[in-house]
C-alpha cells in the first residue's frame, strides 16, 4: 500500500509502516487516514498487492477500496501454489517426498513443460505451481511423466535387447527409481520381464505414464501462493494511465489489478510497469 502520500500543497512526505484503515474523497480530495496520521492527496495510487502471504502485512484493503469507489473486483484465489494430496494418494506418494522429474502437466487444456516435485503436502515444481493457476476444484491434472520419450517405442526396443529384464528395471533407466517402486504398488504395471510383455500390455504401460491422472484435493491456499488471481477488473481502469475511468485520481497498479503472470518475473514486471505508467500521469 502507498507509503509515500504527496500533499495537496505539493511536499512529499513518506510515511513508513502504515496501516492505512480508511481513505475518502470529497471534493477532488482523498484523505487517507491510519491509526496515527492522517493525508490528503489529489491522486491516490494503490499498491496493495494481493492475498498471498498474509503472514507478510497482505491484506484485502485495495479489494475494498476498489469495491467502495464502485469498481468491480474479479473473484480472488490462489494461484503459483502447490496443490494438494486426496488422502488415498497422501498414503501412497508422501514417501517418495523429494522426488522430482521433468513432465508435462496440463489442465482445461492448458499444458506446461516443466519439472514435478513430489512433496509431503502434494505436488509442487514449476509444473504444478504454472497449472495452479488454470486448475479448478475437481479438476484432473494429467501428467506425462515421459514427455521426451516415446515409451512404446522404447519398451519394445528394450524388450528386444534385454528380453530377461523387469518391467521396473527398464521403467528406472527413465524415471526417478522411487517413483517407480510407488507406480508399481499402484499396479499402473505389472513387474515381470519383459518378454513377457504384449503389444497391448506395452501399449498400457506407455498410455499410464503418459497419460497419468492425479485428482488434487486444493491448493495451499495463500499461505504459499505466489499470487492472487483476480482482482480489480480491468475494464474499469485505462490501460493508458492505470486510473479508475470513473473515479478521477484513483489508481490501481500491480497485483491488485486482475492481471496474473506466469513464473518467470512476470508479476513482478507488471507491478513496476504498470507503477511507472500511473507514475506518468498521477
Ligand atoms: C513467495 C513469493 C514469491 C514470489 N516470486 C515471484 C517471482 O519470482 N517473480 C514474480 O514476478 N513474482 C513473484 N511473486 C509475486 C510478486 O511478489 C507480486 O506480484 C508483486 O510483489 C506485487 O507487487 P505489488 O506492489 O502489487 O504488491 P506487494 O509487493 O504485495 O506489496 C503490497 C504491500 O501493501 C501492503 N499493504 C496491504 N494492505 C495495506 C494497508 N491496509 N495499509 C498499508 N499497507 C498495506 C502489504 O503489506 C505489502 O507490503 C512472488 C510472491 C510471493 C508471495
Redesign the pocket.
Known sequence: ?LSEVSTVAGTDQIAMQ????EVSFADGIYTVTTPELSRQCQSLVI????L??PN????A??YQLAEQFGLKVLPLRAALVPLTWQPADKAVFEEISGVSLPVTAEANGTLFPEDMLFTHRGLSGPAFLQISSYWQPGDNVIVNMAPQTDLVAYLVSQQQAHPEQEVKTALGKLLPKRLVEKLLELQVFTNQPLKALNPKSIQQIADSLHGYIFKPNGTEGYRT???TIGGVDTDYLSSKTMEAKQQPGLYF????VDVT?W?????????WASGWVAGQYC
Open positions: 500500500m502504515q496501516q492505512i484503515t499498491a496493495s498487492g494481493g498471498s502471504l507478510l502485512g497482505a491484506t484493503f485495495g501462493a505466489e499470487v497498479i500491480g497485483e491488485v503472470g513464473l518467470g518475473g512476470y508479476n513482478f514486471q507488471w507491478a
